[in-house]
């Protein structure tokens, strides 16, 4: 489930999906682990994946944010 959540994120971070474009502001934590039927522990890693591969930019007290392509 750990990989599916992962591979889900980072196509949607990358724009394939559409699903999140660049500058969208990602659903919380909570909201993801309930959406996807992950722990928070699962989505935290797909979190930490996503920034480390620079998909993802976040913005302290705001929130994560896809980045932009360029």
Known sequence: MNR???QRGRRAA???SGEWPP???LPSR???CKEYGVSDTVVGKAMMILRA???T???EGVGVFVADKQ
């Open 30 to 32: 909570a909201q993801l």
């Open 57 to 59: 930019e976040t913005l």
């Open 23 to 25: 500058g969208t502001k």
């Open 14 to 16: 990358q724009g394939q």
């Open 4 to 6: 599916l959540c992962c």
């Open 53 to 55: 591969t620079g998909l």
